[in-house]
């Protein structure tokens, strides 16, 4: 055991060497995944940024019937996209944030009951927004949150039935 020679072969330089191209490599390679994926998610971004669903003002619609139209609340959205858009979801709340349960589609009846209410909506370009309370209460002061395919963001519009009476009176 005292008469030992170690001898350094080459296959461990060769190792070592291999290893450390190696290391180099996956670093290399982890530059390029993370540089791939900043570029992938700028082009998603630059291509998502046209995907914008735009509500119009809401209104009562009109109908013949006085007490049918106070229930009733109807506005254009526009999808400024190439892509379809979906609505998913609606709700409403009174001005005392207590939800108010309502019934919406894109079509009504000439009295104002609202017309295949799928829970789903899509938008090629514009479509009429139409929400009926289900209680058959007139709407006052309501904030109307709209759920759509575009964002996880809900878009809020605000119904005031004497923001227009507000506006005419301060500018006379």
């Avoid at 791939?36 to 009109?62: A, C, F, Q, T």
């Avoid at 379809?84 to 009846?109: C, H, L, P, Q």
Wanted: with cysteine.
């Amino acid at each position: 055991m005292g008469n030992e020679v170690i001898l350094q072969c080459p296959t461990s330089i060769l190792g070592d060497i291999s290893t450390s191209i190696a290391a180099s490599a996956a670093i290399v390679a982890a530059v390029c995944a993370y540089l791939s994926y900043r570029l992938s998610k700028r082009i998603y971004d630059e291509i998502k940024s046209d995907e914008v669903i735009i509500p119009g003002p809401l209104h009562h619609p009109g109908l013949q019937v006085c007490d049918h139209d106070k229930c009733v609340l109807r506005c254009a959205v526009f999808n400024k996209s190439q892509r379809k858009a979906y609505i998913k979801s609606v709700e409403a709340f009174d001005s005392k944030n207590v939800r108010i349960r309502i019934t919406w589609s894109d079509g009504m009846d000439h009295l104002g009951n609202i017309i295949n209410p799928t829970g789903l909506l899509g938008i090629i370009d514009t479509i009429n927004l139409c929400i009926r309370r289900d209680d058959g209460e007139e709407f006052g002061k309501t904030k109307v949150f709209i759920q759509h395919s575009f964002s996880s963001r809900k878009i809020e519009i605000v119904y005031d039935p004497y923001a227009e009476w507000m506006n005419d009176s301060n500018n006379s």
